[in-house]
C-alpha cells in the first residue's frame, strides 16, 4: 500500500499540527509505503524534519514549488497565492506520479477539496470541524473514500449535520510515544540539568501559548498565581516571541512576573525532561467550541505519559482522553478553580500521585502505532486493498 500524506503548512514547524503530521506518517510507514508531499515554503527552521522531530524511521519527504509570499504578510492574500500555486503543481504531481489507487491522506480541507476530485481513495484526517461553507463541505465528504476524526464528538457530529453513514468515519485520538515521556531521571536531576529551581513547587505548561491567536488559558494561570505564595513558581516552555512578549507584560500588570519563567520553544526531544522537573502539569484551555469538542489536545496525551499530576479544563476533548481518577478537572475561564486544582495536588500527595499512575496507565492505549494501525485498517475496508 502507498501513502501520500499531503502537507500545506511550513514543515518542519513550532506547532503540534507539524509533529502530529511527522509522527502518524513515521507510524505508518511501519505498515505501508509513505511519501509525504509538502509545499516549498520560507522557513526559518533549517534542519530535516526527521531530526527536528527526532523520528528515527526516515522516509522519501517531496518538496513542490509554489509562490510563498506569506512573509509579505498581505493577508489572505498571500494565503490564496501559496495555496493555489502549490495545488497547481500537487495536481500535476499526483496525475502524472501516482497510480490510481495509491491512498492520499491529510488535514488539509482545501486541497482534499481538489485532489479527492481526481483521486479515488482520499482520506480526511479531520483536526477541526466545519463551521461555513458547508454546501462546499458536503460535496468534499462525499467525494472522499473515508474520514478520520480526533475525537468522538465530531464523528457523530458529521453523522447528524452531513448525513454520512457511521462506517464512512473512524475516530481515533491522537497518540504519544511513551517511551519518551517516560524517562528514568528524578524531578530534581532533571531540573539541575534544566537548572531549574530545586527548592520551589513547580507548575508546568508546555505548548504554544495561543492558537490561532485564541487564548490558551495562559492569562487564568497567572491570575492564579497572584493567590500563590513565592514557593510556587509557573514554568511555561513553549510560545513564539509575541506572545511570550505579550504576557510578560500582562504578568508585569499582575505584579506576578518573579512567579513564572519563561522557558520559549524548545525542540520535541527536550520537552519530556521539563515534565519530569515539574510538580504538576496544567492544561488550562478556555470554554468555547474549539476546545471543548475539535481539539485532541497533543499537551495532554504527554502529561499523561509523563507521569505528572494533572490539572485540566473540564471539556468533552479532554473527558475522551482522561477521568477523575487520571485527572483534577476545573471549570474553564476560572483562575480560583485551578488554584484550588494546585492546592489539591500539594494537600493530597497520595491522590495526585495515584492520579499520575492512573493516567500514565490510560494513555498506553493512545499510541502512535495504535493510531496508525486503526488507519490502516479503516483503509483496508474501504477501498479492499
Given at each position: ?5 499531503i ?7 513550532e506547532?503540534a499540527?507539524?509533529?502530529?503530521s511527522?509522527?502518524?506518517?513515521s507510524?505508518?510507514s511501519?505498515f ?7 509545499s ?9 524534519p ?5 523520528t528515527e524511521?526516515?522516509?522519501?519527504i ?10 509579505l ?5 498571500s ?7 502549490y495545488?497547481?503543481f500537487?495536481l ?6 501516482t ?7 491529510s488535514?488539509?480541507a482545501?486541497l482534499?477539496?481538489?485532489v479527492?476530485?481526481?483521486r479515488?481513495?482520499?482520506f480526511?484526517?479531520m483536526?477541526d470541524f466545519?463551521?461555513?461553507k458547508?454546501s462546499?463541505?458536503s ?5 472522499l473514500r473515508?474520514i ?5 464528538w ?7 449535520k ?13 497518540g ?8 528514568d531521571?528524578?524531578?530534581?536531576e ?9 527548592n ?14 485564541m487564548?490558551?488559558g495562559?492569562?487564568?494561570?497567572i ?7 513565592e ?19 500582562y504578568?508585569d500588570?499582575?505584579r506576578?512576573?518573579?512567579?513564572i ?10 520537552i ?5 522537573a ?14 471543548n469538542?475539535f ?10 505519559a509523563s ?20 485527572c483534577?478537572?476545573?471549570?474553564p475561564?476560572?483562575?480560583?478553580s ?10 493530597d500527595?497520595d ?6 499512575y492512573?493516567a ?8 502512535w ?12 475496508n474501504?477501498?479492499?486493498?
Amino acid at each position: 500500500m502507498k501513502i501520500y500524506y499531503i502537507i500545506n503548512s511550513r514543515f518542519p514547524n513550532e506547532k503540534a499540527e507539524g509533529l502530529e503530521s511527522m509522527k502518524i506518517s513515521s507510524a505508518l510507514s511501519d505498515f505501508a509505503d509513505v511519501c509525504i508531499i509538502k509545499s516549498f515554503r520560507f522557513n526559518k527552521i533549517k534542519k530535516n524534519p526527521f531530526s527536528f522531530y527526532g523520528t528515527e524511521k526516515e522516509f522519501p519527504i517531496i518538496t513542490l514549488p509554489c509562490l510563498d509570499i506569506m512573509p509579505l504578510r498581505l493577508g489572505k492574500f498571500s494565503f490564496l497565492v501559496q495555496t493555489y500555486t502549490y495545488l497547481f503543481f500537487l495536481l500535476i504531481y499526483l496525475l502524472l506520479f501516482t497510480k490510481k489507487d495509491d491512498i492520499i491522506l491529510s488535514h488539509e480541507a482545501n486541497l482534499m477539496f481538489f485532489v479527492s476530485q481526481i483521486r479515488k481513495n482520499s482520506f480526511f484526517d479531520m483536526h477541526d470541524f466545519p463551521r461555513s461553507k458547508l454546501s462546499l463541505f458536503s460535496q468534499l465528504f462525499e467525494k472522499l473514500r473515508g474520514i478520520i476524526t480526533t475525537n468522538k464528538w465530531k464523528k457523530t457530529e458529521l453523522e447528524k449535520k452531513f448525513n454520512i453513514k457511521s462506517d464512512k468515519i473512524l475516530s481515533h485520538p491522537n497518540g504519544v510515544d511513551i517511551a519518551k515521556f517516560d524517562l528514568d531521571i528524578t524531578k530534581e536531576e532533571a531540573r539541575k540539568e534544566l537548572k531549574l529551581p530545586q527548592n520551589k513547587i513547580l507548575i508546568g505548561y508546555v505548548g504554544m501559548l495561543k492558537t490561532m491567536g485564541m487564548e490558551k488559558g495562559i492569562d487564568v494561570a497567572i491570575q492564579a498565581m497572584k493567590q500563590l505564595d513565592e514557593k510556587y513558581k509557573l514554568v511555561l516552555v513553549g510560545g513564539n516571541k509575541e506572545d511570550i512578549d505579550y504576557y510578560k507584560k500582562y504578568a508585569d500588570s499582575e505584579r506576578v512576573s518573579d512567579k513564572i519563567i519563561f522557558v520559549g520553544w524548545m525542540k520535541n526531544s527536550v520537552i519530556p525532561k521539563y515534565l519530569k522537573a515539574f510538580d504538576m502539569v496544567i492544561a488550562p484551555f478556555p470554554a468555547g467550541d474549539h476546545y471543548n469538542y475539535f481539539m485532541s489536545p497533543m499537551k495532554v496525551f504527554e502529561y499523561m505519559a509523563s507521569k505528572r499530576p494533572m490539572i485540566a479544563s473540564d471539556l468533552v476533548s479532554i473527558r475522551e482522553l482522561a477521568g477523575d481518577d487520571e485527572c483534577i478537572f476545573v471549570k474553564p475561564d476560572d483562575s480560583q478553580s485551578l488554584l484550588k486544582g494546585v492546592e489539591r495536588v500539594i494537600d493530597d500527595r497520595d491522590l495526585s500521585n495515584s492520579m499520575a499512575y492512573n493516567a500514565h496507565e490510560a494513555i498506553k492505549k493512545f499510541t502512535w502505532e495504535s493510531r496508525a494501525k486503526s488507519i490502516i485498517n479503516f483503509i483496508e475496508n474501504k477501498t479492499n486493498l
